[in-house]
């Protein structure tokens, strides 16, 4: 597997499981109908952001980070990053591989933490993954998020200092 900078041919690769992602609503806070245009603007960003893909021997995208400042201004100095693997590549440490990429990717810029706003915690895959990379639950706000399944659960913040 390799992780390389996304490009704009690549988004007809990554739209079908974003889109799929999203609309299942158990993991974004995006809007569910999310149109192509807004997710395309919302994950292909610009400088100092960066999306990557995960891709195969074949060049297939199996997965895409997009990393960036968390917050402005005097918080700047933290950073964040949102993940989504395609469900025909899950189970095949895409996911640790994105993450260990884009805690490096922070490490080198000049981060001093990576903060991870809202981690559905039924999303238990992902929750493990964060611990098992070294982030911590901080806070856990009750009934933050309406899952189509479960309703209200709640939403982690997740941190790791660096």
Do not use: C
């Amino acid at each position: 597997m390799q992780i390389r900078e996304a490009t704009a041919a690549d988004w007809p690769a990554i739209w079908p499981f974003f889109q799929r992602i999203v609309a299942a609503g158990e993991t974004y806070t995006y809007p569910r109908d999310m149109d192509e245009p807004a997710a395309r603007r919302t994950w292909m960003l610009e400088p100092p952001g960066r999306t990557v893909v995960a891709v195969d021997e074949y060049g297939t995208v199996l997965g895409s980070a997009k990393m960036n400042p968390n917050h402005m201004g005097g918080a700047s100095h933290i950073a964040g990053a949102s993940f989504m693997v395609d469900s025909d590549a899950g189970g095949k440490g895409v996911g640790r591989a994105l993450g260990e990429h884009a805690l490096e990717w922070a490490r080198s810029e000049g981060y001093r933490a990576m903060q991870f706003n809202a981690v559905v915690e039924t999303n238990t895959r992902a929750v493990a993954l964060w611990k098992s990379l070294g982030f911590e639950i901080v806070a856990t706000l009750e009934e933050g998020f309406l899952h189509p399944e479960h309703g209200y659960v709640g939403l982690h913040i997740m941190y790791q200092r660096f």
